[in-house]
């Protein structure tokens, strides 16, 4: 009877212990897109890419016009009964790879914009982690979630630490 009321004692010793654990925990939440949005070097990689892109573009372009230049010139001898048939083959087997090409010119571009950005934009969260983890550590939270993923149902406005995490970046 003895060996039962001490384990029921400490069952319940366990269970206090327990929830007292699970109360003592901190967590805070923010909203990463926010602090992203007003960050100068996010600024500063959205210009870059974009000036990537008119370059990436013009060139995209100028191949565009030479294959509209074959086209129109291909159009206008065969309305003028120049081509033979042996010629117009060649032309629409040029015209063909022209298109090609521009296909994978463009799926080329949109793959070096895309890596540009994930190049360009690693440091910049690489930062903001940090920030976040010395926030957190400072003030003694556990766990941060992140309002801008939508998975965060309800959160009491004082465990926002985007401020705190602004703050640390310098923003």
Known sequence: ??????????????????NNAVEA??????????????MPEVKQMQSRLEGLKTQLTKKGQAMLADYQKIEQDAIKKKENKLLSPADEEKIIANLQKKQNELAK??????????????????????????AIQD?????GYQFILNAS???????????????????KLGL
């Not at 070096?112 to 440091?123: C, G, R, S, T, V």
């Not at 926030?135 to 003030?139: D, H, L, Q, R, T």
């Not at 993923?149 to 703050?167: F, H, Q």
Request: aromatic content about 8%; overall charge negative; glycine content about 4%.
């Open 1 to 18: 009877m003895k060996n039962v009321l001490k384990l029921g004692i400490l069952a319940i010793a366990f269970l206090f212990s327990f």
């Open 25 to 38: 925990q901190k967590i805070g939440y923010l909203n990463s897109d926010a602090i992203l949005a007003v």
């Open 105 to 130: 010119y463009d799926q080329d571009m949109q793959e070096k914009l895309a890596k540009k950005q994930n190049e360009l934009l690693q440091p910049i969260l690489d930062k903001v982690n940090q």
């Open 135 to 139: 926030v957190a550590k400072e003030n």
């Open 149 to 167: 993923t939508g998975s965060l149902l309800y959160a009491d406005e004082n465990s926002d630490i985007s401020e705190l995490v602004k703050k």
